[in-house]
């Protein structure tokens, strides 16, 4: 094993605080690009990423494409934009067009650094294209996506929102024939990078779900204890076990992000990597572990989950007396404040948080097969065989 | 075991059609009641329930008392009314005060059919009731509970609703000093049937589930494999693995539905009773697939699920025709139709219909500790052990 | 759905029972073939069956051959004999030469039922043979197979063994150029017919597996139930929860077998048959819940489990009292008797009876994959998209 | 989060290398007690710790007493003898009295180092008894525990034993009057620290499963790989995916044993010290996903797993022929090295080597129960709770 230990705290960090991950894909592979190409891309994306530290600037990473026909290529679609291209070569820039789908973030960013969705072959050289603009730049325009009860949000009474706090919203983002200058230019029509790309972004940021949905876990996990305890539950040995099996799911995952980042390697470029099996395996377990906490979750709550009266209603000079009176748990319970917690729990299983809870954990950094395909080629399959045929000697 | 088949049909078409539950569990106790204490309310419940099945009217079985502090006994409660009691008795009737939670279709009901939540002791003999009365009764009112999305029912564009066709409503019904005249009154202080009243509804309830979830099971089956189909991705053998996965736990519920009910018996009373222990059995399953179903559904829907635009702005003239472009999928797909698909898994995972779907089969008809403890009752295990020292012969 | 309940008597009491199930498969398909073929099977086979019920035989079906290459059909194998088939035709009767495997029960039958093990097709009418022959018919050979601490019952103590009023035994019977007369020929060739009796066969299997498997189901229940009391732990929160999991498991399994049988049908023969759907999502459940038992009877059990000292070293008179010293429990439970169970438990989870309880599982009947096929054929998914189809509105 | 990785780099190579872990334990526990109670353990223990290094002798670290009654304290046991115990104290040492089970290795061992099982209290000061003797003390006695299959060792063909390189022993080892020098003792009724040295050493052990499961897991893995592809099903895509959910599973219990090592923190002797909370979910993965790797290579391997016929019969001049006619797969895939690889599997799943791979899974290290208590001590709920509170503005 590596023993970098020290370096390897960056990358452990990054699953604690949640830091970018593409930036450390593109420094490595930009690289390794000018080593085999002669290219310059290295220099000018470190050039530009010493910029956005130090303007403290939020960059959103736009990957995905829409795909359209999924048994088709980029080039055999019906409609060439279903994968961003490069449309147009101009003398100080390309020109490109297409969009990126489920952009989370993206409307609190300063800039996007636009990637490719996949490994590109000959012929592909179009869809090779790596480069980043501002989230101003013309052409560029938003399509705000919808989350559950989301228009709860420009309601009268804010309690039916759940978390008032914090929230995120997700883009479909356009491209319009837009020009980049060449400055801004990382990767085009290098395609035999273009997989290399995808692998290392993809690793980081399932990597970094370890932290990240780790978080919202715990957070889920308080809000369950808590009504357990305002319910007057709390030391049920059923209640107790089930939030012991949330704990202890959660914090599976929480593992697995430290795992991979402590097994992480120094790449040629002189940065880290996070080891890129166990980053898969971190991610697949964030395809699971969070539906089975909202399930315990759902259960520990109760059914005032899904049947619980309006804040409209609660101020209402004749039904809120009502509720009030008929949602009283113990009587240090504050009424409002349990039906506070229910709101939260209720957004995080069945709301707008589920977005990111839920369908997130499931699809951000690509889909549960995604990193099956993963997992099956990082392990060295043959190296178990050989070790077994050994011990039973099998030539 | 019973061979009545024929009158098995009758259960087991309980579970196909959902027919309803309480009146048969209501028919063979105060059956019992009449027999132990003299009294006469299997006339007066046969007699009311030929009306209804004469006026073919819809009755709400109403059941859950909002408990309050759940460490404490009925007349404990800081509020005696947390538990619905018979607050004042008078010559022609009693007069009733409480609530009763998480009242699915109670707003499309004619009747309510009130039965006491839990097993009574002596001392709490006025919170042994179960009576009859119209939902238009003087003194009745109903708050209405939110559900995830539910004002999109409300917006302009239906399309975001998922299912425009069929929904549900879940209702707070209190009881404000109503008067209930005696020929409606069914179970009055005999508290040595109350726990029987609860636990034979329960199990009916329990098994009317296997069919119930199973059909909506089948509705996110369709609509999974229909969005795969769209997607293109049909063939991909993990897809079609995770749909076989998804019919088999869905059929492994109804399976239980089905079982719970040929394993039935006859009653005193003359009518047929659900295999107790099989219908927990049921229920217990449905508290835990459906979420499978759900978390199979989200991810072979894609990551759509949770980012896609508005059907506002689908309309709009601007973003319109940029949604329409890039959520394209193969050519012979229409858009629209893919985006209803979307919404309507989004309604049954994370909208309006996951209240019925997913937090109702947790907690409707009782939450899973209250399955596991009638498992454990209904469990002949000193049986069991008693085989076990028959074939070690140990005495 | 079917109502002929009094007939499904019949069915349902297959699970209770496990009577046979390969004759109502041959019933039934013979009867068939007949009606399209002109043949005269159904009679014949009538006839045997009575012989075989008058005389209170046991038959042993056979269904499984070795296989060879799986990448290979029958004729392509590199020993055509990898597949039971007929080698050769006589005037009376035919030759047959090939093998089957995990022949359960084989050594305590009178009679062997030979049936094809897959859908067979044109080219393939040798491997189409369906017939029998006694037991002591010459040509034929047992080989008996090993299972897990069997030679523990030729050992001079027997508590070892586990359990020793019970057991199995599984062989490879060798069919070495055996003559079997024409009346004894239940299909010949019918190449149409051999996929329709393999899969009924299969079902009619599955089904049973859902009375079989719960039984020693309920006898693991019974064990773990008991060593828990002896331990002194029975009342433990824990220990009272994994026994609750264990039941509801086993009745689930109990519950599909009951479902596939009262919802079976009749055929044109007029014998009754399980519905293939719900058999093959019984068999399905099969393969998951009995290692999920073990695992919960492994943790309740404790770690003697695999420690404990043997039998011999108990009638040692040096050992033998350290060890009834050191694994005495509470003071009214007797040592052997603790050890007893124990080795019962043992065996069931890691001995002889594993392979009943685990390995046949997961494969007697088919492996799981083949359960999962059946369950994509016998669902009508098609209808459920179209109802999803309807639902929106789509065309 | 602490930095300390030059450090870490220790506790991880526990993990990979399984180093010893109760060293550990009792650097830091002998240090803490003679800085609260001016014993003088730390220096002894760290002397005698060294000249096990330079010796490099094997230590079996004892630990489990027989326990008895359950419900009853050690002093309160029908045999006080039932947890280990200083029976008299002499002049230059002490004489103890007892039993440890389960003790895997023992007897390849050349000292053993006794700690107490549980936290004791006050009046159990003789129960608090830490120290170490060589294996051939007077007094000591062996009583070896049986396996699943053990006696295949001892049989004339080895092939059935599955694995002739490697296995285990477990053993029952009692102490019968056996005198302890002065010198050899870490820990004599300072109750106070009886707990503390029983967690922490749990807790090192808990994350070496970690390296020590996930390690038996890739034979496993690889053994399933091997019999795939002999079986010519390799590219399946349904044995693919088993095989890729082995990997996914055995990876994220070894993520787990690097977790809770990179987040170990420094103790005040000097040494370094797992995080008590990830350790402990380490091994709670552990008790279960080893059972689905032996369920998933069950699958894969086919029924032979069950019903092979023996070595014995393999040489047999009849029987031989016949096995290795019909057992053949591919012409390229030799017989007697497929029955090697089935074998294996076998020892894995049912029979000797699923003392290791699954009983001591479940149990060595402390059972499910155990780590479930420790993850509820070890997590900060009430700090989950606040950030709740504080989201949602809750006093």
Redesign the interface.
């Known amino acids: 094993?590596n023993?970098n230990?020290?370096e390897?705290?960056h990358i452990?960090d990054n699953v604690?605080n949640q830091a970018p991950d593409f930036n450390e894909a593109l420094f490595s592979t930009t690289f390794e690009c000018d080593q085999k190409h002669g290219t310059e891309y290295h220099q000018r994306f470190s050039d530009y990423w010493k910029w956005i530290q130090k303007e403290d600037l939020v960059v959103d990473g736009a990957m995905?494409d829409?795909k359209?026909?999924?048994?088709k290529r980029p080039k055999d679609q019906?409609?060439p934009?279903?994968y961003l291209r490069v449309k147009q070569r101009q003398p100080g820039g390309v020109v490109i067009s297409g969009?990126k789908?489920?952009q989370t973030g993206m409307l609190n960013s300063h800039e996007i650094l636009i990637m490719p969705t996949l490994t590109l072959r000959s012929g592909e050289e179009d869809w090779a294209i790596c480069c980043s603009i501002p989230t101003n730049t013309k052409g560029v325009?938003y399509?705000?996506?919808?989350?559950?009860?989301?228009?709860?949000k420009l309601?009268k009474f804010s309690l039916?929102v759940g978390?008032t706090?914090?929230g995120g919203q997700?883009?479909?983002t356009?491209f319009?024939n837009v020009f980049v200058p060449k400055e801004r230019i990382f990767l085009d029509s290098e395609i035999d990078f273009s997989g290399i790309l995808v692998e290392r972004f993809a690793s980081y940021h399932r990597q970094s779900y370890g932290g990240c949905k780790a978080g919202v876990g715990?957070?889920l996990?308080?809000?369950t204890?808590?009504i357990a305890?305002m319910?007057?539950?709390a030391e049920a040995?059923?209640i107790?076990?089930k939030?012991?099996e949330m704990?202890?799911l959660n914090?599976?995952i929480?593992?697995?992000?430290?795992?991979?980042?402590?097994?992480g390697q120094q790449t040629p470029a002189g940065n880290y990597q996070v080891n890129l099996?166990?980053a898969n395996?971190?991610k697949?377990?964030v395809?699971?572990f969070p539906?089975?906490l909202?399930?315990l979750a759902?259960?520990v709550a109760?059914?005032?989950?899904?049947?619980?009266?309006?804040a409209a209603?609660l101020s209402d000079p004749?039904?809120g007396p009502?509720?009030k009176?008929?949602?009283?748990?113990?009587?240090e319970v504050?009424v409002v404040?349990r039906i506070?917690?229910l709101r939260?729990i209720?957004n995080l299983?069945?709301?707008a948080g589920?977005?990111g809870y839920?369908?997130?954990s499931?699809?951000?950094a690509g889909?549960?097969?995604a990193q099956?395909i993963m997992?099956?080629r990082q392990?060295n399959?043959e190296d178990?065989?050989?070790?077994?045929?050994d011990?039973?000697?099998?030539s």
Do not use: W
């Open positions: 094993m023993g230990y020290q390897a705290l452990i604690l995905t829409p359209g026909d999924r048994g019906a409609d934009d279903l969009a789908l489920h325009r399509i705000y996506g919808r989350q559950a009860s989301d228009t709860r309601e039916d978390n706090t914090f997700e883009v479909m356009i319009d715990d957070t996990i308080g809000a204890a808590l305890r319910n007057g539950v040995s059923h107790r076990d939030i012991v704990i202890h914090e599976t929480y593992s697995c992000g430290i795992a991979c980042s402590a097994m099996l166990l395996v971190c697949l377990n395809t699971r539906f089975e909202a399930r759902t259960d109760g059914g005032l989950l899904g049947t619980m009266p309006s209603d004749v039904a009502y509720i009176k008929y949602l009283a748990a113990a009587p504050d404040d506070k917690v939260l209720e299983v069945a709301g589920a977005v839920l369908i997130e499931m699809h951000g889909p549960p097969t099956r997992i099956s392990t399959l178990k065989i050989k070790r077994v045929k011990l039973l000697g099998i």
